[in-house]
Nanobody, 121 residues
Framework: QVQMAESGGGSVQAGGSLRLSCTAS????????MGWYRQAPGKERELVAE???????TYADSVQGRFTISRDNVKNTGYLQMNNLKPEDTAVYYC???????????????WGQGTQVTVSS
């Protein structure tokens, strides 16, 4: 019912920056919480950053101070500004959201394809 689509990944050198975008589509009334996740080869998917409807944000310790999550409620789009990237940030980045549907129910989005971020030293 809710599809997520990520974009903006790429290859950068350590210290560089990237800005990821994520758009939710479907039978959306409003988005409650939106989160960015990443999965590195051989590792489990982990939560990187999260933003709630009231703007409250949380970050993984490993990205605190380097990454900034934001959202555009009109566009149903979230962003992840990543600065001072490190090789250990290399992963496929995904987003997901907790969404209030037009039907009145609540649902999590379907995982998208993700976007690859590669940071070279």
């Amino acid at each position: 019912q809710v599809q997520m689509a990520e974009s903006g990944g790429g290859s950068v050198q350590a210290g560089g920056s990237l800005r990821l975008s994520c758009t939710a589509s479907g039978d959306i009334f409003s988005i409650n919480v939106m989160g960015w996740y990443r999965q590195a080869p051989g590792k489990e998917r982990e939560l990187v950053a999260e933003i709630r409807a009231n703007g409250f944000t949380t970050y993984a310790d490993s990205v605190q101070g380097r990454f900034t999550i934001s959202r555009d409620n009109v566009k149903n789009t979230g962003y992840l500004q990543m600065n001072n990237l490190k090789p250990e940030d290399t992963a496929v980045y995904y987003c997901n959201a907790g969404v209030y549907l037009l039907s009145g129910s609540y649902a999590d989005g379907s995982w998208g394809q993700g976007t690859q971020v590669t940071v070279s030293s």
